[in-house]
């Protein structure tokens, strides 16, 4: 998957928790919302001042593609045949090691319990 259909596949499955998502699908999301919201930050700088005036474009567009990214990455977890309820670890910050390692790691071969294989599809 290119960064383009990561995207596309993204914002179609704005809520959709189930089925799966590769790591390519994965990251290039987390670098999408990443830039997006980095440009956003730098247009609240140009408009606002110094970076002690709180701007608005960026923190609008971080809630924006909050629900995407909370989606792509239970569907993440999924792909490694985990349950989205995973994703909760986040909150206990040594968590994020562990998450981090997931996403990095290749998915299961072949149809799990969540749905088919995404590459398989490709």
Request: hydrophobic share 50%; proline share 5%; glycine share 12%.
């Amino acid at each position: 998957m290119d960064f383009g259909q990561a995207i596309k596949s993204g914002f179609r499955n704005y809520v959709t928790f189930a089925g799966r998502a590769a790591r390519s699908e994965f990251w290039f999301w987390c670098l999408f919302a990443f830039l997006l919201i980095a440009a956003g930050g730098i247009i609240d700088e140009a408009i606002f001042g110094t970076p002690d005036n709180n701007g608005l474009l960026a923190p609008l567009m971080a809630l924006a593609l909050l629900l995407p990214g909370i989606s792509v990455a239970v569907r993440r977890l999924h792909d490694i045949d985990r349950a989205g309820g995973w994703l909760f670890i986040y909150f206990t910050g040594i968590g994020i090691i562990l998450l981090l390692v997931w996403d990095c790691t290749k998915g299961t071969a072949g149809p799990n319990r969540f749905g088919p294989d995404p590459l398989a599809q490709a």
